[in-house]
């Protein structure tokens, strides 16, 4: 009986470190890794912490800075700039965005029906797919009416071999 038991105590606990992987990431907090400057009056700081992953080299992060806007069938952008700041004397990277609040560049097709919908409208930056390290926050200083989302890119375990031409 009290091997049973064991057994099935020693089954829960590997069960539950299995699952461990799955829970949600706690809230850090920027200043944590290092101190971050507060966000300025009408800026918002967001900082996106990343799980650890086993192979961090073959993930990139695609950092996705707008807001949610009425758009017809017209593509959209918001216009502004993303520049690359460095915490002094940490050799840290954060970014900070400056866009004109009101100027959106967009196409000028003819919508038939003039239907609209709710569509997250980007800033057209130049950031490109960021290196995945989960060891430090990447920081954006927003303006308060936009908002930062992200995506985790990684590369497929499967090579494949390119044709010779």
């Known amino acids: 009986m009290k091997k049973l038991m064991l057994l099935v105590l020693?089954?829960?606990?590997?069960?539950?470190?299995?699952?461990?992987?799955?829970?949600?990431?706690?809230?850090?907090?920027?200043?944590?890794?290092?101190?971050?400057?507060?966000?300025?009056?009408?800026?918002t700081r967001y900082a996106i912490h990343l799980p650890v992953l086993t192979d961090?080299?073959?993930?990139?992060?695609?950092?996705?800075?707008?807001?949610?806007?009425?758009?017809d069938c017209n593509s959209?952008?918001?216009?502004?700039v993303v520049k690359q700041q460095e915490l002094t004397g940490w050799g840290y990277n954060y970014y900070v965005v400056e866009s004109n609040k009101n100027a959106t560049i967009s196409t000028l097709m003819a919508c038939p029906g003039n239907a609209t919908k709710t569509q997250f409208v980007?800033?057209?930056?130049?950031?490109?797919?960021?290196?995945?390290n989960s060891r430090l926050p990447i920081v954006f200083y927003v303006p308060n009416d936009l908002t930062v989302k992200y995506r985790v890119w990684q590369a497929d375990a499967k090579i494949l071999q390119a044709n010779a031409e």
């Open 56 to 71: 961090e080299a073959n993930a990139r992060v695609e950092v996705l800075i707008g807001k949610e806007m009425n758009v």
């Open 122 to 132: 980007t800033i057209g930056h130049n950031l490109g797919l960021l290196n995945y």
């Open 10 to 43: 020693m089954a829960a606990a590997l069960t539950a470190c299995a699952k461990s992987s799955n829970l949600p990431q706690t809230n850090q907090n920027a200043n944590d890794t290092a101190p971050f400057p507060k966000a300025e009056a009408g800026y």
């Open 76 to 80: 959209q952008l918001l216009a502004g």
